[in-house]
């Protein structure tokens, strides 16, 4: 059963991402049916038996727990979806949704909840003197104008915070 603080999580799993982010505290984490699920300071680390793959917290826009199906789902500033299935959740779901809410200085939508257009500026929760994430991310079939309005705010902020 996945621990509070990680407390059971394999030696191995640990001394990997000891080596793949060094210094990074473990803040929870879950078993997977490949493997496990981690919650580092900085960046989510799913590994399994294609190795580990890291997120930095701070390029995640969007990420949801699904309990009903045992999932967590998450979208980078890219537009690459992602998910894990986990074994058994423990603690790791609320310090997902802690941590990433915790890189979002602003927040902003413009138009419509489908179709719009989010605005925001997101930090690193592990380096606060890291350089600010300034991003407008655009949902299918919204409009030149939602875009326009939406590049304008997000110069707004970066005058304001810069």
Do not use: K
């Not at 979806?81 to 941590?99: D, I």
């Not at 930090?123 to 949902?139: E, G, I, M, Q």
């Amino acid at each position: 059963m996945a621990g509070l603080f990680g407390s059971r999580l394999p030696r191995a799993v640990r001394s990997e991402l000891a080596r793949r982010a060094p210094g990074e505290a473990v803040l929870g984490w879950a078993p997977t049916a490949e493997g496990h699920a981690v919650a580092l300071a900085g960046h989510l680390a799913v590994g399994g038996a294609d190795g580990w793959e890291l997120v930095a917290w701070h390029d995640l826009v969007r990420g949801a727990w699904d309990p009903q199906a045992g999932r967590l789902t998450w979208r980078d500033g890219a537009g690459q979806a992602g998910g894990v299935a986990l074994a058994e959740p423990g603690n790791l779901p609320p310090v997902f949704r802690e941590r990433l809410d915790a890189t979002f200085l602003v927040e902003e939508r413009i138009g419509p909840r489908q179709g719009g257009v989010s605005v925001t500026v997101q930090r690193s929760p592990a380096d606060p003197a890291a350089p600010l994430v300034y991003r407008v991310t655009p949902d299918e079939g919204c409009t030149a104008a939602d875009l326009a309005e939406a590049a304008a705010r997000l110069e707004e902020f970066r005058r304001d915070l810069e």
